[in-house]
């Protein structure tokens, strides 16, 4: 299954743009947060994380809309590759 997640830092941002993209890339559920890149609470990426199962792919517009810094975006996808879950981000070099 194909799982969405969009984040805005501020709600002045606009989550639409990342809303209908992962749509369009058949996405069936989707989790969004409104957070600062550098805060720890995100709730809807930790219910996410709880809810994927292996053979999922997470689907994110971009990969800085998903780790709060590099060290821990590289923790998140390496749970991610353990799970045998896969990755995807729509704007990044594949």
Same mark, same amino acid.
């Given at each position: =299954?194909?799982?969405?997640y $969009?984040?805005?830092?501020?709600?002045?941002?606009? *989550?639409?743009?990342?809303?209908?993209? *992962?749509?369009?890339?058949?996405?069936? /559920?989707?989790?969004?947060?409104?957070?600062?890149?550098?805060?720890? $609470? /995100?709730?809807?990426?930790?219910? !996410?994380?709880?809810q +994927? /199962?292996?053979?999922?792919?997470l689907?994110?517009?971009?990969?800085?809309? =998903?780790?709060?810094? !590099?060290?821990? *975006?590289?923790? *998140? +996808?390496?749970?991610?590759?353990?799970?045998?879950?896969?990755?995807l981000?729509?704007?990044?070099?594949s």
């Open positions: =299954m194909k799982i969405g $969009a984040r805005v830092s501020t709600r002045d941002q606009n *989550l639409d743009l990342q809303l209908d993209a *992962l749509k369009r890339a058949g996405c069936e /559920r989707i989790y969004q947060d409104v957070a600062s890149g550098s805060k720890t $609470a /995100r709730p809807a990426l930790d219910e !996410l994380l709880g +994927v /199962r292996a053979g999922d792919v689907v994110i517009w971009k990969l800085d809309r =998903m780790g709060r810094s !590099l060290k821990h *975006l590289v923790e *998140l +996808v390496g749970n991610l590759i353990e799970r045998k879950v896969g990755l981000s729509l704007n990044d070099l």
